[in-house]
């Protein structure tokens, strides 16, 4: 009796494994035609390559189809898609090379006009502030792939540039932000406890060829973003910006352990806050 259920116990341990290779056998064979199937869409049909990629959640093959949509191409509409995939890929290197490719196409400003006039009319009021600036939305982005491909003095270097900026289409852009953002989440800083020290020497810090601190700058763009709204749109796209600017000083204060300017910082937020809400309603 014994023998005869330890050969049971082995038929079925047996029967188990065959049904593992068998599987993996399956899995290595759809790697393999998923593979070849990515290779020959995109060199025949990368822009229907693209969509199923993108349909399907593979932000990595939809990244070669638009590589190939805008090399044959040269749209700026197909190399912010490209730049859309790398970043959600975390293809942070090329991504960052490929926005600054965009911003100075000599065709930018009309493709972003463009497309923010796009997203402001499909667009709910709650959402417009993800939507309605891409301009914005590309300087953060580059900040922020820059640093996490390692790029980290890069990142530093755009995120001063964008503060510094006085370019009045870009009131709304606040790349710094992302930055300390950067620094809050790395954990290299968080673990030996530099973090506090690397937020106080960047908020005093004077940027070479500069005469104005940091510390004045985010004051002086306050006061811009602060400024009369001429739009509701507009109005919307300040308070949002000045939020930002606000969480990020208050990030600043509670590094340096102030907490007279953070207890006022909250209150600044809360107000913001409250304004925010009642313009998207």
């Given at each position: 009796?014994?023998?005869?259920?330890?050969?049971?116990?082995?038929?079925?341990?047996?029967?188990?494994?065959?049904?593992?290779?068998?599987?993996?056998?399956?899995?290595?064979?759809?790697?393999?035609?998923?593979?070849?199937?990515?290779?020959?869409?995109?060199?025949?049909?990368?822009?229907?390559?693209?969509?199923?990629?993108?349909?399907?959640?593979?932000?990595?093959?939809?990244?070669t189809c638009?590589?190939?949509?805008?090399?044959?191409?040269?749209?700026?509409?197909?190399?912010?898609?490209?730049?859309?995939?790398?970043?959600?890929?975390?293809?942070?290197?090329?991504?960052?090379?490929?926005?600054t490719k965009?911003?100075?196409?000599?065709?930018?400003?009309?493709?972003?006009?463009?497309?923010?006039?796009?997203a402001i009319?499909?667009?709910?009021?709650?959402?417009?502030?993800?939507?309605?600036?891409?301009?914005?939305?590309?300087?953060?982005?580059?900040?922020?792939?820059?640093?996490?491909?390692?790029?980290?003095?890069?990142?530093?270097?755009?995120?001063?540039?964008?503060?510094?900026?006085?370019?009045?289409?870009?009131?709304?852009?606040?790349?710094?932000?992302?930055?300390?953002?950067?620094?809050?989440?790395?954990?290299?800083?968080?673990?030996?406890?530099?973090?506090?020290?690397?937020?106080?020497?960047?908020?005093?810090?004077?940027?070479?060829?500069?005469?104005?601190?940091?510390?004045?700058?985010?004051?002086?763009?306050?006061?811009?973003?602060?400024?009369?709204?001429?739009?509701?749109?507009?109005?919307?796209?300040?308070?949002?910006?000045?939020?930002?600017?606000?969480?990020?000083?208050?990030?600043?204060?509670?590094?340096?352990?102030?907490?007279?300017?953070?207890?006022?910082?909250?209150?600044?937020?809360?107000?913001?806050?409250?304004?925010?809400?009642?313009?998207?309603?």
């Amino acid at each position: 009796m014994n023998k005869t259920n330890e050969k049971r116990g082995q038929s079925s341990a047996n029967y188990g494994l065959t049904i593992l290779f068998t599987a993996l056998k399956c899995v290595a064979v759809f790697v393999i035609l998923l593979f070849y199937l990515e290779a020959i869409m995109v060199g025949l049909v990368p822009k229907s390559a693209a969509k199923f990629f993108d349909d399907i959640g593979l932000d990595g093959p939809a990244s070669t189809c638009y590589e190939q949509i805008y090399k044959r191409s040269q749209k700026s509409i197909d190399l912010y898609n490209l730049v859309e995939r790398q970043l959600r890929s975390g293809n942070y290197k090329k991504a960052a090379n490929n926005i600054t490719k965009l911003l100075e196409r000599p065709d930018y400003k009309t493709f972003a006009t463009k497309l923010n006039k796009a997203a402001i009319e499909k667009s709910e009021k709650k959402y417009l502030v993800y939507v309605a600036d891409v301009n914005s939305y590309l300087l953060s982005q580059r900040v922020i792939a820059l640093y996490r491909s390692g790029d980290k003095a890069s990142a530093k270097q755009r995120a001063i540039e964008d503060l510094y900026s006085d370019d009045a289409e870009n009131v709304y852009s606040f790349a710094f932000g992302g930055y300390v953002d950067c620094l809050l989440l790395d954990e290299a800083l968080n673990e030996n406890g530099t973090l506090g020290q690397v937020l106080d020497a960047l908020y005093k810090e004077i940027p070479e060829g500069k005469v104005m601190d940091i510390q004045s700058r985010i004051q002086t763009k306050l006061a811009r973003v602060d400024a009369a709204a001429t739009s509701e749109v507009d109005r919307i796209m300040r308070v949002y910006t000045s939020l930002k600017i606000n969480y990020t000083l208050l990030n600043i204060y509670e590094a340096q352990g102030d907490t007279v300017l953070s207890a006022s910082c909250r209150e600044r937020i809360e107000m913001l806050r409250t304004n925010y809400e009642s313009l998207i309603v």
